[in-house]
């Protein structure tokens, strides 16, 4: 009913910049927290950036002042401007949506397909 689709991955230079995309699709109501997490092999997933519904927004102390999430309510989309990018800033980005598809139902949890970024020299 829902996808999530991410754009905006490859590789970089360290202190490099990207900018990731992801365009919520499909049968949607209302869109709540949108968020980017990353993965390495062997390691959880962790938690990037987030943002509310209402532009409120919630950093990984790894990347406060370095990455900005900015999200457009009316196109159902998020971005993360990632700046001074580090080595260990590699990993797979995944775009997450709280997505509400119509007025009777709760709020559901999507997941993107990820997007490879590579921080190297």
């Known amino acids: 009913q829902v996808q999530l689709v991410e754009s905006g991955g490859g590789l970089v230079q360290p202190g490099g910049s990207l900018r990731l995309s992801c365009a919520a699709s499909g049968t949607i109501f209302r869109v709540y927290n949108m968020d980017w997490y990353r993965q390495t092999p062997g390691k959880e997933r962790e938690l990037v950036a987030s943002i509310t519904g209402g532009g409120n927004t919630n950093y990984a102390d790894s990347v406060k002042g370095r990455f900005t999430i900015s999200r457009d309510n009316a196109k159902n989309t998020v971005s993360l401007q990632m700046n001074s990018l580090k080595s260990e800033d590699t990993a797979v980005y995944y775009c997450?949506?709280?997505?509400?598809?119509?007025?009777?139902?709760?709020?559901?949890?999507?997941w993107g397909q990820g997007t490879q970024v590579t921080v190297s020299s």
């Open positions: 997450y949506a709280q997505v509400q598809v119509n007025r009777y139902q709760y709020q559901s949890r999507y």
